[in-house]
């Protein structure tokens, strides 16, 4: 199970670098770090949504890290940490999940006419 758990993950357009995963009991995560803390932010999103309608610009920020983490890593050289990756991806997927709420409660207001 684990396996298929593997190649699915690999299929979503994750990398699985293990020098950019982490580990658990000698076991290599299926994500990424940065795609694990994407989908945690996915569902932290999803718990926000549950209370509240949050603010497109809170959403645009939270992309702002991860852009500059991979801007750092990419035209610097410097390497990133799986921890950092991890954070960065977590906002970023909050970020991801507000943008689209805001984009389709505008989408249903334009549609709806109210």
């Known amino acids: 199970?684990?396996?298929?758990?593997?190649r699915l993950c690999g299929r979503l357009?994750?990398?699985?670098?293990p020098d950019r995963s982490f580990f658990l009991r000698g076991r290599q995560f299926p994500l990424c770090a940065r795609c694990t803390g994407m989908?945690?932010?996915?569902?932290?999103?999803?718990?926000?949504?549950?209370?509240c309608l949050p603010p497109w610009p809170l959403g645009?920020?939270?992309l702002l890290p991860m852009?500059?983490?991979?801007?750092?890593q990419n035209a610097l050289g410097r390497e990133?940490?799986?921890?950092?990756?991890?954070v960065t991806g977590f906002?970023?997927?909050w970020g991801v999940l507000a943008l689209c709420a805001q984009a389709a409660a505008l989408l249903t207001?334009?549609?709806?006419g109210q």
């Not at 989908?39 to 209370?51: E, M, R």
């Open 1 to 6: 199970m684990y396996r298929r758990l593997f």
């Open 13 to 17: 357009g994750c990398h699985q670098r």
């Open 39 to 51: 989908f945690a932010g996915y569902a932290a999103g999803f718990l926000t949504l549950c209370f």
């Open 60 to 62: 645009a920020v939270c």
């Open 67 to 72: 852009l500059f983490d991979l801007f750092a």
């Open 80 to 86: 990133s940490t799986n921890i950092r990756r991890a």
């Open 91 to 93: 906002a970023a997927g």
């Open 109 to 112: 207001v334009c549609l709806t």
